[in-house]
T-cell receptor, first 113, second 114 residues
């Protein structure tokens, strides 16, 4: 059984650019949730994908978008990057949306200059 | 609006001591309360979780105490070890909601001195 993996591990972008982060869910998991963790803060829910459809969204603007693929891997896209987007981006997978336990990946550290 | 408030922000404990981290929540629809442990450079990992139908749950050295009327829950780490040094997050979830997001506290940085 493989765990949740994310790529890249680190990324540096400049303000106004676009970024794509990737997540491979744990084997057998069809639900992926994305979280933003600012320095010194707890993770904040961005959105969740279940069977390739968005299944709920937190308080993030539309420039945060996502995709889920038939193999249940997922992408987080952020357009028009702002300095405040600098954070650790975590994805978490679960066997279904009602499953309480979410398994987190190691995250992608994004720095916006 | 911070729905889950966690304290203290940081905690220093001697090896063998008891570490206690507290959380309070506002949303009475929350019905699942996990604690996550995060080491530097890693994602959060589930440590222990509780539902509001019990007042206490123990797994090894880790215990959750839950007070439904006060809307508070806490993590107790007995016989704290240097390897327990990490950031701990409490979280809450509304299993009956339209999505199944976790709402996290801001975290507690625990340092266990040898």
């Amino acid at each position: 059984e493989t765990g949740v993996t994310q790529s890249p591990t680190h990324l540096i972008k400049t303000r106004g650019q676009q970024v794509t982060l990737r997540c491979s869910s744990q084997s057998g998991h069809n639900t992926v949730s994305w979280y933003q963790q600012a320095l010194g803060q707890g993770p904040q829910f961005i959105f969740q994908y279940y069977r390739e459809e968005e299944n709920g969204r937190g308080n993030f603007p539309p420039r945060f978008s996502g995709l889920q693929f038939p193999n249940y891997s997922s992408e987080l896209n952020v357009n028009a990057l702002e300095l405040d987007d600098s954070a650790l981006y975590l994805c978490a997978s679960s066997s279904n949306p009602r499953e309480e336990t979410q398994y987190f990946g190691p995250g992608t550290r994004l720095l916006v200059l | 609006q911070q729905q889950v408030k966690q304290s203290p922000q940081s905690l220093i404990v001697q090896k063998g001591g008891i570490s206690i981290i507290n959380c309070a929540y506002e949303n009475t629809a929350f019905d699942y309360f996990p604690w996550y442990q995060q080491f530097p450079g890693k994602g959060p990992a589930l440590l222990i979780a509780i539902r509001p139908d019990v007042s206490e749950k123990k797994e090894g050295r880790f215990t959750i105490s839950f007070n439904k009327s006060a809307k508070q829950f806490s993590l107790h780490i007995m016989d704290s070890q240097p390897g327990d040094s990490a950031t701990y997050f409490c979280a809450a979830k509304n299993s009956g909601g339209s999505n199944y997001k976790l709402t996290f506290g801001k975290g507690t940085l625990l340092t266990v001195n040898p």
